[in-house]
């Protein structure tokens, strides 16, 4: 099993940046896929980003193509987190922001963290 706890969100105005981060226990994230994804109220759960194991290849798949170039995507294994900054945030990114592990066979979701982003 793997824990993952989401702090870091908060409110911010837009231009703001923000940076979440997800602490793991349990397991090492090392074996493990991470993402992020992020719900807004009324909307589906969307993938923003994800990283592969060792941290060298992120990928932003159905993303839209506004989150690309203020996103960034990283994570420390050595100190079992990853992480999401977020910069020049506008209003439409208001969501809670999920965690996720994955790797075969196991799927892991952190609680979430809200952020909102005031005009």
């Known amino acids: 099993q793997v824990q993952l706890v989401e702090p870091g969100g908060g409110l911010v105005q837009a231009g703001g940046s923000l940076r979440l981060s997800c602490a793991a226990s349990?397991?090492?994230?090392?074996?493990?896929?991470m993402g992020w994804f992020r719900q807004a109220p009324g909307k589906e759960r969307e993938l923003l980003a994800a990283i592969s194991r060792g941290g060298g290849s992120t990928y932003f798949p159905n993303s839209p193509d506004s989150v690309k170039g203020r996103f960034t995507i990283s994570r420390d294994n050595a100190k079992n987190t990853l992480y999401l900054q977020m910069n020049n945030l506008r209003p439409e990114d208001t969501a809670v922001y999920y965690c996720n592990a994955k790797r075969v066979r196991a799927d892991y979701w952190g609680q979430g963290t809200q952020v909102t982003v005031s005009s």
């Open positions: 349990g397991r090492t994230i090392s074996n493990y896929a």
